[in-house]
């Protein structure tokens, strides 16, 4: 006891005590977490596997113990004990699993009733036997099984694998009349080493499935191999073995997002069944044999390849939505029909030789390497062709519709094409046709294209990028916008291309040259001309850009050729500064002698040279604006029914008459030089001129109202600030009410049986039947008979 007594050695008993504290608890949590194994000892009194004596510790196995049955580290007590599963199973955590060595030498019961879950350490048996479950109601749940010794007999309900299945060795499978399950989220490899199933499913939620060669599974009747639900971008469906079963069989997944397959190894083999169905996922086959020549349904929603082996289609009719390519197997036709019903895809046929062919699907590619015959009359939905279709009568496409280069059409009398039409065909002539019809537009991009001799055409838009497009000689009509570009060759073969419809039109025309032209638009649409198009309109031609408000007007960027009147109509004004005819700095007009703006359209010129000087109509029905350039009027009259504007441009009166003639209010605005300036009207209305602009006119200048009752009233567009007119030679004035006009640039002005409003300059007013007039010089008001400087 004498050791205890000093201080030192009270405090090295503590710090024992506490080591040794701490080492328990060590032992206690190592043992709690690795705590994995749990044997089957046999000290029961039964073989029960709730009785907890037959187990080592006394103690059952929990949800994440691996239950052991004379394993390497199970030998003690009587390990060969058989054992009775009386109560639910439960080792489904994470680690759980049953472990039947291969020394157990008892027998493993699954009592009626009760259901066995293994978790991830899965199922594994090496020796002993295992009786499941004569009842269909009962299961087995594990992640992963495998069995290479003793003898496993499944339970009679379902067995759910969820990852990989193992069979080796010399062991026995009894099915039991049950059916193997695999589900689950974790990828899936079946090596089945021969063993015999009653009834197997598939149905993965993600992760994919490989069946080995060793594996026959019985699917039964109509099934579905699902092996994934999601995105899951691993494994896909790998098939070395055999699927057999009755009906249609379903391969299912999520199609090729990232890449997934379904792949027939060369050892794939189906049996018994009369149909085959995948998903979009692509099908790629190597199999020696894959026969399906006398399946009545044959279905591939995704990509179909053939890499090596031999594949018999059925007799009747087999689908491909995807891609089809044979790389280097054997394709037997075996007499039945390929339907391609997809949207996308390319078909090439390099090795494969097709009995009937039928193209559905609206956005596929044909190979160089493919010649389908089509038949009599043949509807497809349309795609690109770089090989050849032949057959008779009229092609109807219902989608769009491209020629590449090698493209062939052969033996046909008519082609319609469902929406737009693409060609760089080599050489695409269609002379001898009864019928060409394109529902949308026409693009060509190479190659030389012939349309039916004579006929008429009809696109919505027209697009030439390269090679020789012969027009027909008879109306090409388009609705929409016209594009020529790079280096083709356009022939106008004496036709008539016609601008119409109710789309809008911009014309790009790549200075190509045109036989004839005309334009009718409807609707809101409106046309711009663009500067490398010159447009041959013919004799007396009216251009109609619009036939309502609110359209985009006409605009001219190139030149308009011809004979007689040009007229240029447009819908009405109404829509700020919409509606309007524009002909801007490269516009141009040639060998016209009259030119009419009608339907009030507004006219605006910035060309650089607008020269109307020897035409001897100009008729204007609604405003014109000269913005900038030169404008020069016809020396004859040109008449307006709008408002007049000159911002700054340059305007040669060449000696004619511009005559405001609109019956209500017009307006004068920026300052110009006239030769006759005419505003008589026929009825009352008023004439504004911009404050602070000077109209000049070198001779006569014409104001006259209808009456003394119905007046021109003339102004400023600001009240109390004038406008300014110079006038060199007579003046017509009559009928009119003046404010804020200040006519002292030229001659003073007499205005008869008129009223002087206010703030005028320069002008004489005489009342009805006076005889002497009123003047009124620089703001001074001269009574008749006062006499200034002797005059």
Same mark, same amino acid.
């Given at each position: 006891?004498?050791?205890?007594?000093?201080?030192?050695?009270?405090?090295?008993?503590?710090?024992?005590?506490?080591?040794?504290?701490?080492?328990?608890?060590?032992?206690?949590?190592?043992?709690?977490?690795?705590?994995?194994?749990?044997?089957?000892?046999?000290?029961?009194?039964?073989?029960?596997?709730?009785?907890?004596?037959?187990?080592?510790?006394?103690?059952?196995? =929990?949800?994440?113990?691996?239950?052991?049955?004379?394993?390497?580290?199970?030998?003690?007590?009587?390990?060969?004990?058989?054992?009775?599963?009386? &109560?639910?199973?439960?080792?489904?955590?994470?680690?759980?699993?049953?472990?039947?060595?291969?020394?157990?030498?008892?027998?493993?019961?699954?009592?009626?009733?009760?259901?066995?879950?293994?978790?991830?350490?899965?199922?594994?048996?090496?020796?002993?036997?295992?009786?499941?479950?004569?009842?269909?109601?009962?299961?087995?749940?594990?992640?992963?099984?495998?069995?290479?010794?003793?003898?496993?007999?499944?339970?009679?309900?379902?067995?759910?694998?969820?990852?990989?299945?193992?069979?080796?060795?010399?062991?026995?499978?009894?099915?039991?009349?049950?059916?193997?399950?695999?589900?689950?989220?974790?990828?899936?490899?079946?090596?089945?080493?021969?063993?015999?199933?009653?009834?197997?499913?598939?149905?993965?939620?993600?992760?994919?499935?490989?069946?080995?060669?060793?594996?026959?599974?019985?699917?039964?009747?109509?099934?579905?191999?699902?092996?994934?639900?999601?995105?899951?971008?691993?494994?896909?469906?790998?098939?070395?073995?055999?699927?057999?079963?009755?009906?249609?069989?379903?391969?299912?997944?999520?199609?090729?997002?990232?890449?997934?397959?379904?792949?027939?190894?060369?050892?794939?083999?189906?049996?018994?069944?009369?149909?085959?169905?995948?998903?979009?996922?692509?099908?790629?086959?190597?199999?020696?044999?894959?026969?399906?020549?006398?399946?009545?349904?044959?279905?591939?929603?995704?990509?179909?390849?053939?890499?090596?082996?031999?594949?018999?289609?059925?007799?009747?009719?087999?689908?491909?939505?995807?891609?089809?390519?044979?790389?280097?197997?054997?394709?037997?036709?075996?007499?039945?029909?390929?339907?391609?019903?997809?949207?996308?895809?390319?078909?090439?046929?390099?090795?494969?030789?097709?009995?009937?062919?039928?193209?559905?699907?609206?956005?596929?590619?044909?190979?160089?390497?493919?010649?389908?015959?089509? $038949?009599?009359?043949?509807?497809?939905?349309?795609?690109?062709?770089?090989?050849?279709?032949?057959?008779?009568?009229?092609?109807?496409?219902?989608?769009?519709?491209?020629?590449?280069?090698?493209?062939?059409?052969? =033996?046909?009398?008519?082609?319609?094409?469902?929406?737009?039409?693409?060609?760089?065909?080599?050489?695409?002539?269609?002379?001898?046709?009864?019928?060409?019809?394109?529902?949308?537009?026409?693009? &060509?991009?190479?190659?030389?294209?012939?349309?039916?001799?004579? &006929?008429?055409?009809?696109?919505?838009?027209?697009?030439?990028?390269?090679?020789?497009?012969?027009?027909?000689?008879?109306?090409?009509?388009?609705?929409?916008?016209?594009?020529?570009?790079?280096?083709?060759?356009?022939?106008?073969?004496?036709?008539?291309?016609?601008?119409?419809?109710?789309?809008?039109?911009?014309?790009?025309?790549?200075?190509?040259?045109?036989?004839?032209?005309?334009?009718?638009?409807?609707?809101?649409?409106?046309?711009?001309?663009?500067?490398?198009?010159?447009?041959?309109?013919?004799?007396?031609?009216?251009?109609?850009?619009?036939?309502?408000?609110?359209?985009?007007?006409?605009?001219?960027?190139?030149?308009?050729?011809?004979?007689?009147?040009?007229?240029?109509?447009?819908?009405?004004?109404?829509?700020?500064?919409?509606?309007?005819?524009?002909?801007?700095?490269?516009?141009?007009?040639?060998?016209?002698?009259?030119?009419?703006?009608?339907?009030?359209?507004?006219?605006?010129?910035?060309?650089?040279?607008?020269?109307?000087?020897?035409?001897?109509?100009?008729?204007?029905?609604?405003?014109?604006?000269?913005?900038? $350039?030169?404008?020069?009027?016809?020396?004859?009259?040109?008449?307006?029914?709008?408002?007049?504007?000159?911002?700054?441009?340059?305007?040669?009166?060449?000696?004619?008459?511009?005559?405001?003639?609109?019956?209500?209010?017009?307006?004068?605005?920026?300052?110009?030089?006239?030769?006759?300036?005419?505003?008589?009207?026929?009825?009352?209305?008023?004439?504004?001129?911009?404050? $602070?602009?000077?109209?000049?006119?070198?001779?006569?200048?014409?104001?006259?109202?209808?009456?003394?009752?119905?007046?021109?009233?003339?102004?400023?567009?600001?009240?109390?600030? &004038?406008?300014?007119?110079?006038?060199?030679?007579?003046?017509?004035?009559?009928?009119?009410?003046?404010?804020?006009?200040?006519?002292?640039?030229?001659?003073?002005?007499?205005?008869?049986?008129?009223?002087?409003?206010?703030?005028?300059?320069?002008?004489?007013?005489?009342?009805?039947?006076?005889?002497?007039?009123?003047?009124?010089?620089?703001?001074?008001?001269?009574?008749?008979?006062?006499?200034?400087?002797?005059?």
């Amino acid at each position: 006891m004498a050791f205890f007594r000093t201080n030192k050695n009270r405090k090295l008993i503590i710090v024992l005590a506490l080591l040794i504290v701490l080492l328990a608890a060590g032992f206690i949590y190592v043992r709690k977490v690795f705590a994995a194994t749990k044997c089957w000892d046999g000290g029961g009194t039964t073989n029960n596997w709730s009785e907890n004596a037959n187990w080592a510790g006394d103690t059952p196995p =929990g949800t994440t113990d691996v239950a052991t049955f004379h394993g390497a580290s199970c030998t003690a007590g009587t390990p060969d004990k058989d054992v009775t599963i009386d &109560q639910a199973v439960d080792l489904s955590g994470s680690g759980g699993g049953i472990n039947i060595g291969s020394n157990y030498a008892g027998t493993i019961t699954q009592g009626g009733g009760y259901v066995i879950t293994a978790g991830t350490s899965g199922w594994t048996q090496a020796g002993g036997t295992f009786a499941g479950s004569a009842s269909s109601y009962d299961g087995i749940s594990t992640s992963s099984f495998s069995l290479t010794g003793g003898s496993f007999t499944s339970t009679a309900g379902i067995a759910t694998v969820s990852a990989s299945f193992t069979v080796s060795g010399s062991p026995v499978f009894n099915a039991n009349g049950g059916t193997v399950a695999f589900n689950g989220s974790t990828t899936a490899t079946l090596s089945c080493n021969n063993i015999t199933f009653n009834l197997v499913t598939i149905d993965k939620s993600s992760g994919g499935a490989t069946v080995g060669s060793a594996c026959s599974l019985p699917l039964g009747n109509n099934p579905t191999v699902d092996w994934t639900d999601s995105a899951s971008c691993i494994g896909g469906f790998t098939l070395n073995g055999t699927l057999s079963g009755t009906g249609t069989l379903t391969i299912t997944g999520w199609g090729s997002s990232c890449g997934e397959q379904v792949n027939f190894g060369s050892t794939a083999v189906l049996s018994g069944f009369s149909g085959f169905s995948i998903d979009a996922t692509p099908f790629y086959t190597s199999a020696t044999t894959l026969d399906l020549g006398a399946y009545t349904t044959v279905n591939f929603d995704g990509a179909f390849t053939l890499s090596s082996g031999t594949f018999t289609a059925p007799s009747g009719t087999m689908t491909v939505a995807g891609s089809f390519t044979n790389t280097a197997g054997t394709f037997t036709a075996n007499g039945g029909t390929v339907t391609f019903d997809g949207s996308t895809g390319t078909i090439s046929c390099t090795g494969t030789t097709f009995n009937t062919v039928t193209l559905p699907g609206t956005g596929k590619t044909i190979n160089s390497t493919c010649s389908f015959e089509l $038949g009599a009359g043949p509807t497809i939905g349309g795609g690109t062709l770089n090989g050849t279709l032949s057959g008779t009568g009229t092609l109807t496409t219902t989608g769009a519709f491209a020629m590449g280069t090698t493209g062939v059409l052969s =033996g046909f009398s008519g082609l319609i094409v469902g929406t737009s039409f693409t060609t760089s065909a080599t050489t695409l002539d269609l002379s001898a046709y009864s019928t060409f019809t394109v529902a949308t537009s026409f693009s &060509q991009s190479g190659g030389t294209f012939t349309p039916p001799t004579g &006929q008429n055409l009809t696109f919505t838009s027209f697009s030439l990028t390269s090679g020789t497009f012969n027009a027909t000689s008879g109306t090409m009509n388009v609705t929409g916008s016209f594009t020529v570009s790079g280096s083709p060759v356009f022939n106008a073969n004496g036709g008539t291309v016609a601008f119409n419809g109710s789309t809008t039109t911009t014309l790009s025309c790549n200075n190509i040259t045109f036989n004839l032209v005309t334009i009718d638009k409807s609707g809101t649409s409106g046309v711009t001309v663009g500067s490398a198009c010159s447009l041959p309109l013919g004799n007396n031609p009216t251009v109609d850009s619009s036939d309502s408000i609110c359209s985009s007007g006409f605009t001219l960027n190139g030149t308009l050729s011809g004979t007689g009147t040009l007229t240029i109509t447009g819908g009405t004004p109404g829509c700020g500064g919409n509606d309007w005819v524009r002909f801007n700095s490269t516009a141009a007009l040639s060998g016209f002698s009259g030119f009419s703006i009608g339907d009030t359209s507004l006219f605006t010129t910035s060309a650089t040279t607008l020269d109307l000087g020897a035409y001897t109509t100009v008729n204007f029905d609604g405003s014109f604006t000269l913005s900038s $350039g030169a404008f020069t009027a016809p020396s004859g009259t040109m008449t307006l029914a709008g408002n007049f504007t000159n911002t700054s441009g340059t305007f040669d009166a060449n000696g004619g008459t511009v005559w405001l003639d609109r019956t209500s209010t017009q307006t004068i605005a920026g300052s110009t030089a006239f030769f006759n300036l005419n505003l008589t009207s026929t009825s009352a209305r008023t004439v504004t001129f911009t404050a $602070g602009t000077t109209q000049t006119v070198a001779n006569q200048f014409i104001a006259k109202g209808v009456s003394s009752g119905s007046r021109i009233t003339m102004g400023s567009s600001s009240v109390g600030t &004038q406008w300014n007119l110079s006038v060199s030679g007579p003046e017509d004035v009559k009928w009119a009410n003046i404010r804020d006009s200040n006519a002292c640039g030229g001659r003073a002005l007499i205005a008869n049986d008129s009223t002087n409003t206010a703030n005028n300059t320069c002008w004489s007013f005489i009342a009805n039947g006076a005889k002497n007039p009123t003047y009124i010089l620089k703001g001074v008001l001269i009574n008749p008979g006062v006499t200034i400087n002797g005059t």
